[in-house]
């Protein structure tokens, strides 16, 4: 059964109704205009000095407005997350960005005549992102923590020492999170009858580790979901739906 976009977080779109179709052109060039290419260059200079942690980037995204999150593309959103996170980190405030803003909007509109268009007062600078604020997520909601041997090189992949509780074959069930904040569970899985496929190396949680809670290691799995269980009799049958899941979001299907 598909639901209203009105019903989920702004980025969780799988089965909402109300964006119409989704085009696809296979020679759709990866940028559109030089300001996409400049976004993209920017991402590691503005997640070096801010979001260091594994779901943080995402998260900032997940908290926009839908204006800034559907306005401008995939990096019109880029950019909307650069700002909150920049301001949110004390690297930039949104009042300073939002000033040199109007400076060179004010500059560009005298390069081409139109002083009068130029406003009389700082009020009327570009008004500064709209975003949610960072969710309090209570550690007692997360699975414990669970130390294990750093890696000698970046990456979210851990080492566990207990073995994975859920093996291929075996049907499973996601509960919706207890809490609001960041989670890799889409909305159209929760309480959904699905079956282990395959079984990924552990990682962190970024549901933890995206509010600055630990790592909080989990098994992951793949988790297949047949279409018209997710998706109800309108969806194409004879398909699967593969969704990759942290054990801490499964429960086994007969409890």
């Known amino acids: 059964m598909q639901t209203d976009a009105g019903e989920r977080s702004v980025h969780d779109l799988g089965g909402v109704t109300g964006y119409g179709p989704v085009p ?11 300001w996409e290419k400049r976004v993209f260059g920017l991402l590691g200079a503005v997640t070096s000095a801010t979001a260091r942690r594994p779901g943080e980037f995402r998260y900032a995204l997940e908290r926009l407005h839908p204006d800034d999150y559907f306005k401008n593309g995939y990096f019109g959103r880029w950019l909307a997350g650069f700002e909150v996170l920049l301001d949110e980190y004390g690297v930039v405030s949104r009042s300073d960005l939002a000033l040199r803003m109007a400076e060179l909007r004010d500059v560009a509109l005298l390069e081409a005549g139109r002083r009068d268009l130029i406003p009389t ?62 989670t890799r569970l889409p909305g159209y899985a929760e309480n959904k009858l699905g079956i282990v496929v395959k079984l990924h190396p552990a990682e962190v949680l970024p549901d933890s580790t995206a509010h600055n809670r630990g790592e909080r290691p989990q098994h992951v799995y793949c988790v297949g979901y047949d279409a018209q269980t997710l998706w109800g009799d309108e969806a194409e049958p004879n398909t699967t739906i593969h969704v990759d899941l942290y054990e801490c979001y499964l429960r086994p299907a007969d409890d």
């Open 24 to 34: 696809h052109d296979p020679a759709e060039p990866p940028f559109h205009a030089d």
């Open 121 to 182: 007062a700082t009020s009327q600078a570009t008004p500064a992102r709209r975003v949610a604020p960072v969710a309090d997520r209570n550690p007692a909601s997360l699975p414990p923590d669970r130390p294990t041997p750093t890696p000698q090189r970046r990456t979210v992949r851990r080492e566990l020492a207990d073995p994975p509780r859920f093996n291929v074959g075996d049907h499973v069930v996601a509960a919706a999170p207890a809490q609001p904040g960041h």
